[in-house]
């Protein structure tokens, strides 16, 4: 309980809002463009997108590829598509991230709806 009351204060705070706002900073910087969503490439905004944690192994000092720009639509077909069999878990955060998002991202390029499951 200790760990989700520490995600809940630190998601909360002015601090991770600062640190959105740098890594989106890191972002342009890097790549010369406003960033868009992983899943469906639709523009991310600090207002309207979601940064979804690979790792919480660096909570309150993430870093820059803990976390991946998602718009909320696909930030919540994420996590149905993560929470729907314990399979992903087992495979680890980082790893059931990267392939959530590249399942979601193929479904999109095809048009399809996620079936999240």
Same mark, same amino acid.
């Given at each position: 309980?200790?760990?989700?009351?520490?995600?809940?204060?630190?998601? =909360?705070?002015?601090?991770?809002?600062? $640190?959105?706002?740098?890594? %989106?900073? @890191?972002?342009?910087?890097?790549?010369?463009?406003?960033?868009?969503?992983?899943?469906?490439?639709?523009?991310?905004?600090?207002?309207?997108?979601?940064?979804?944690?690979?790792?919480?192994?660096?909570?309150?000092?993430?870093?820059? =590829?803990?976390?991946?720009?998602?718009? $909320?639509?696909?930030?919540? %077909?994420? @996590?149905q598509v993560m929470e729907s069999?314990?399979?992903w878990r087992r495979l680890g955060?980082?790893?059931?991230?990267?392939?959530?998002?590249?399942?979601?991202?193929?479904?999109?390029?095809?048009?399809?709806?996620?079936?999240?499951?």
């Amino acid at each position: 309980m200790a760990r989700r009351r520490a995600y809940a204060d630190w998601m =909360g705070s002015a601090a991770w809002h600062r $640190r959105r706002e740098a890594w %989106r900073t @890191h972002w342009v910087d890097e790549r010369g463009c406003e960033p868009t969503c992983a899943a469906c490439d639709e523009p991310w905004t600090l207002r309207s997108g979601d940064l979804h944690h690979r790792t919480y192994d660096h909570l309150g000092g993430e870093r820059y =590829g803990d976390v991946i720009p998602l718009c $909320r639509q696909c930030h919540v %077909r994420l @996590h149905q598509v993560m929470e729907s069999t314990p399979a992903w878990r087992r495979l680890g955060r980082r790893q059931a991230t990267d392939i959530t998002v590249a399942l979601l991202a193929a479904r999109h390029r095809r048009g399809e709806e996620a079936d999240d499951g």
